[in-house]
């Protein structure tokens, strides 16, 4: 809502200081900022939805008296003179969702006049559009009391105006052209007709004013606010009208408005009135409870002892009706004034006092707390860990949305299950909940590579989402991709493009500071987005906790790649810090070393070889190490040669060499046995 | 000393200083010590000799031997000295060339404020907790005291699937979940992704909240000023000046906005929070008459921006990695 200053300054003896006015307002709860509009300053507020009493000049008006002590002139409600005895009869069939329902008759206005300069102006600077005389002065009504205030063309109305629910699938043509579909939790206004119009939101297009109008019906209503809660949501239809009633307008003000817009239209274009015709159910209007606001509370609640003296003179400014219970020593019997809706329990009064108070009053103190050293920093470690390592191997984090486009999770991820679909999307390009993290950093890829980037590598921690008998299912993953050379370019070393096994490295480095290392395994698997013969799955014992593997040519070739990125995806949860390390005491005895050459179909996976030896058992085989691959035409085709070191330790002794050539006799017996192989 | 001895050991001394390398020095070595060496023959031929005259021979031998071998071993310190030396001299590289380096990534500037912030309250004895980002109704509103309709509701503009789930607009309700499983008294941190359908320069449908809440006996205000202005002079290493001003959120009453005012003067507003509404306390079954609390909500975003000085929010999920690549 946006006020001039003007306007307000008219009620008050002094003109306001504009930057002090809105300060104080500011300090007090109503978020607002000072703008200028054809250089007249003007109040632009961002109202909560718990001040309805605010959205007016009225309003305003009360919150500058109870904060500043000044006083101002109130509106004038004089009853307009009367000239005929025509009215339309209402029927209100729904008395508690509509407790007051006024309506008056003028007739035979000048509809040739315009909105003066002076309406025109001042509705502008509110931010409203100047649209015709009738919908102008109802608009200003509503600016300066807070009661909107609906029109319609008197010529349409037939026999009478009902009040009631609409009936399921009811349709009404709205003033912006469109039609829209009602049901009965819509309340609506209509003759017995047809619909004029849904009550607190907005009329037909038939029933409005036009150029030909010249004789009008005004209608000054209450509607209960939880009738008209939410329903320009569902109607996507929000009007000033509906932010007013869904938060509440004050159910004795609906006359003085009546009488204004009246007094304004007769000013500027005459017109016959009528009487007020009206329905008003005074037990379906909203009571103000009496609360029970206790002393001992405010001072719990705010931590400080406010004096009753300056308690009593608050509520006073608030137009609150206090009663002291025990002379004010145990507290007071409070009620609000009918504009205020937010004022429901203890807590909302103590939140008045403490607003008018000051919040800056009330001093900073620290709380006394049990220490408790017991919270733990696991989760906060396990990232560090995760972000060094990462980071040191040249992995630079990055972040993106959750939702995808339907096509991305349909290409990355490697089972059938169902996705989460939005159901109010932004976009089509963010309208699934991904199920991989790769096609994120994919499109990270391709734009920095637009942008000349040309070694990256980046990882992401975040969920996937899934679902899974119709319910959410999300698992956190952590994914990262790398693109480009080995190394950065430089003199000193060789630079060659990062393969799976520089990749398989990064990831074997991660799980070790897991401990987890030697009890993952990689097999051979395919994938959806990653390249046949070039891919793995990751298991951890038996189960599948995720993929690493080339991208496959056939994803990438539009993207015009210097050579294929290597992705991998991992379930974040499998990654567990550590809390039970314990030390083995260990002598020192030396090793020794034994190369095994051995010469082998290409098809073999090395693995089988050292699962085969590991099958041995041979106790002081301390570790295995695969010091050389070679494929070429002096081996054959199809063949490659091996080349194992084997160091043999034992932790109680010193080996001799015979048992550890009877040890390499059982490996070389046992591969030549299994495999078909030789050894050089 | 027969005259082939001497002769000998002249030609010994001779060819042990007219050695050049380390190499040399050692066939030289084994041309006369070594098992087959000329001295050692010597040693040897004195099996052939008068035993009356051996001792005087042996002692001789014994004598040369041993002369023999401190020339040896003081060539050799010498050759050694000499290959340092020339090693030395041949050292000289070009110390201005650069290291070999490796590529050095760096986490995101919102992980990096999240960190700092879970830190800080980590020292406060918070605990951190996090919980699913698809959430029900009933977590992410109705518990925190946004029945249907409510207007607040429509401050959230939310993301909806099937089935009431939606994709939580704040982290409010982790703490809920939170509650749930501990009870009371609380203290913890919720750090996590938020979603609002709202995209434009100052917003993105997708962003990131640290909300907090305390539930002891005798929490009060004043407790929710100190710790909040706590939280802002460490994350921002300096004497910050904050106002608390009166706002609305549904959980909460009384409710605050906290302005920080920035160098050049403006109040800027970087959380909102206030006192634990009663109706909260209820919906979780918590006797408001021994309990009160305080919540407190903050945009990541935000502080990252105020604390580096970025402009546009989108820069944060566009990834580029000249930007990304400045928060080592």
């Known amino acids: ?118 309406l025109k102006e001042r509705l502008e600077l509110c931010g409203f559009k100047s649209i015709n005389l009738i919908v102008d002065i109802a608009n200003l009504v509503m600016l300066e009391t807070g009661q909107p205030l609906h029109t319609y063309d008197l010529d349409c109305i037939k026999s009478k105006i009902i009040v009631r629910r609409a009936k399921n699938k009811e349709t009404l043509n709205i003033l912006d052209g469109t039609q829209k579909i009602l049901n009965k939790n819509f309340l609506i206004i209509a003759d017995d007709k047809k619909p004029l119009g849904v009550a607190g939101i907005m009329g037909s297009l038939e029933s409005g004013i036009s150029e030909k109008t010249s ?12 009738t008209i809660m939410g329903k320009a949501r569902m109607l996507s239809l929000y009007s000033e009208a509906s932010l007013r009633f869904e938060r509440g307008v004050d159910p004795n003000i609906q006359k003085n408005a009546i009488e204004r817009f009246t007094q304004i239209l007769n000013q500027v274009a005459g017109g016959e009135n009528g009487p007020i015709s009206q329905s008003i159910s005074n037990k379906d209007k909203p009571k103000n409870k009496t609360i029970l606001l206790r002393k001992e509370q405010i001072k719990r609640i705010l931590g400080i002892t406010i004096p009753n003296q300056k308690i009593k003179s608050i509520l006073g400014k608030l137009k609150m009706d206090t009663q002291e219970i025990d002379f004010g020593y145990e507290g007071w019997k409070v009620k609000a004034p009918s504009y205020r809706f937010d004022i429901e329990d203890e807590c909302d009064l103590i939140e008045e006092i403490a607003r008018i108070y000051g919040y800056d009053t009330i001093p900073e103190t620290r709380e006394t707390q049990e220490i408790n050293l017991n919270q733990g920093t696991k989760r906060l470690d396990k990232r560090n860990i995760i972000n060094n390592l990462l980071c040191n ?18 290409s990355s991820n490697n089972s059938t299950i169902d996705v989460m679909d939005l159901r109010n999307p932004l976009s089509l390009e963010m309208s699934v909940m991904r199920n991989s993290l790769w096609p994120g950093l994919l499109s990270n890829l391709v734009y920095n590579i637009k942008r000349q980037q040309k070694d990256i590598r980046l990882f992401e921690i975040g969920k996937v989402f899934s679902s899974l008998n119709k319910s959410p299912h999300e698992i956190t993953v952590i994914a990262g991709l790398a693109y480009g050379k080995s190394n950065r370019e430089q003199w000193a070393k060789t630079n060659t493009p990062i393969d799976f096994f520089d990749v398989k490295g990064d990831l074997e480095t991660l799980l070790e500071c897991f401990n987890l290392k030697s009890e993952v395994s990689f097999k051979q698997k395919t994938h959806k987005i990653l390249c046949p013969g070039r891919t793995a799955s990751i298991n951890l014992k038996n189960k599948v906790i995720g993929y690493i593997g080339e991208l496959n040519p056939e994803v990438t070739n539009d993207l015009k790649l210097d050579s294929n990125p290597i992705v991998f995806e991992l379930d974040h949860d499998v990654l567990k810090t550590s809390m039970d390390l314990n030390y083995l005491p260990s002598k020192y005895f030396p090793y020794s070393r034994r190369d095994l050459s051995l010469l082998m179909d290409e098809e073999i996976e090395i693995n089988e070889v050292i699962e085969l030896i590991e099958s041995i058992k041979i106790k002081d085989l301390e570790e295995i190490i695969i010091f050389d691959v070679f494929k070429g035409d002096k081996i054959g085709a199809d063949r490659k040669s091996v080349s194992i070191g084997l160091i043999f330790q034992s932790k109680s002794r010193t080996l001799n060499d015979d048992e550890i050539d009877q040890s390499m006799l059982m490996i070389n017996q046992k591969i030549l046995r299994k495999l078909n192989v030789t050894v050089r | 000393m027969t ?3 001497s002769d000998l050991t002249r030609q010994a001394i001779e060819d042990i200083s007219n050695c050049s390398s380390l190499k040399e020095l050692d066939s ?64 000289a590289i070009d110390i201005t060339l650069p290291g070999k380096t490796s590529l050095i990534g760096n986490i995101h500037p919102l992980s990096k404020t999240l960190n700092e912030i879970e830190k800080i309250f980590i020292n406060a004895g918070f605990l951190v907790d996090d919980g699913p980002e698809i959430e029900d109704e009933y977590h992410n509103f109705t518990a925190l005291n946004m029945p249907d309709n409510h207007p607040a509701r429509a401050m959230h503009d939310t993301f909806y699937f099937d089935n009431e789930y939606l994709l ?57 000023k100190g710790i909040l202005h706590d939280f802002i002079n460490s994350f921002f290493n300096d004497d910050m000046n904050l106002r608390f001003r009166p706002s609305y959120f549904p959980f909460t009453e009384p409710s605050a906005e906290v302005d920080l005012l920035s160098s050049d003067g403006q109040w800027l507003e970087i959380l909102g929070c206030g006192m634990v509404h009663p109706k909260v306390l209820d919906n979780l079954g918590i006797d408001n008459k021994k309990f009160s609390g305080y919540a407190f909500g903050m945009g990541v975003e935000r502080l990252t921006m105020l ?11 566009e990834n580029d990695l000249s930007f990304l690549s400045q928060f080592k």
Request: a positive charge; aromatic letters at 8%.
């Open chain 1, 215 to 226: 004789s009008i019906l005004v209608e000054s209503a209450y509607f209960n606010y939880e």
């Open chain 1, 393 to 410: 191997l040249g992995y630079s984090e990055v972040i993106n949305y959750s939702f995808v486009s339907p096509s991305m999770n349909a």
């Open chain 2, 307 to 317: 604390k580096y000085g970025i402009k546009d929010i989108r820069l944060f999920y």
């Open chain 2, 168 to 224: 939580r607009t704040h982290t409010s309700p982790i703490q809920i979940r939170t509650m749930e499983r501990d009870g009371v008294p609380i203290r913890v941190i919720a750090p996590g992704k938020v979603y609002r359908r709202d995209s434009d320069i100052t917003h993105t449908p997708m962003f990131h909240q640290v909300e907090g809440l305390v539930i002891d006996n005798d929490i009060n205000f004043t407790h929710l």
């Open chain 2, 28 to 91: 030289v070595r084994v041309f006369y010590l070594g098992k087959k060496g000329k001295v050692s023959l010597e040693l040897k031929s004195l099996s052939n000799l008068d035993p009356k005259e051996r001792p005087k021979f042996g002692k001789q031998i014994n004598e040369i031997k041993k002369t023999l071998q401190e020339k040896i071993s003081l060539k050799k310190a010498d050759l050694n000295n000499q290959k340092i030396k020339a090693s030395i001299e041949d050292a």
């Open chain 1, 1 to 118: 809502m946006k006020l001039p200053i003007n306007w307000l300054n008219e009620f008050f003896r002094q003109d306001l200081d504009p930057d002090n006015v809105v300060d104080k307002l500011t300090l007090s709860g109503l978020e607002c900022k000072l703008v200028t509009h054809k250089n007249k300053p003007v109040i632009d507020f961002s109202l909560t939805p718990n001040r309805a009493d605010c959205f007016s000049v009225k309003g305003i008006l009360q919150e500058l008296s109870a904060i500043s002590n000044k006083s101002y002139q109130e509106l004038t409600d004089a009853d307009c003179e009367i000239h005929h005895k025509d009215i339309i009869p209402i029927e209100v069939k729904s008395v508690k969702d509509c407790p007051v329902f006024l309506t008056r008759v003028i007739k035979n206005y000048n509809n040739k006049t315009q909105s003066p300069q002076w």
């Open chain 2, 3 to 5: 005259k082939s001895l």
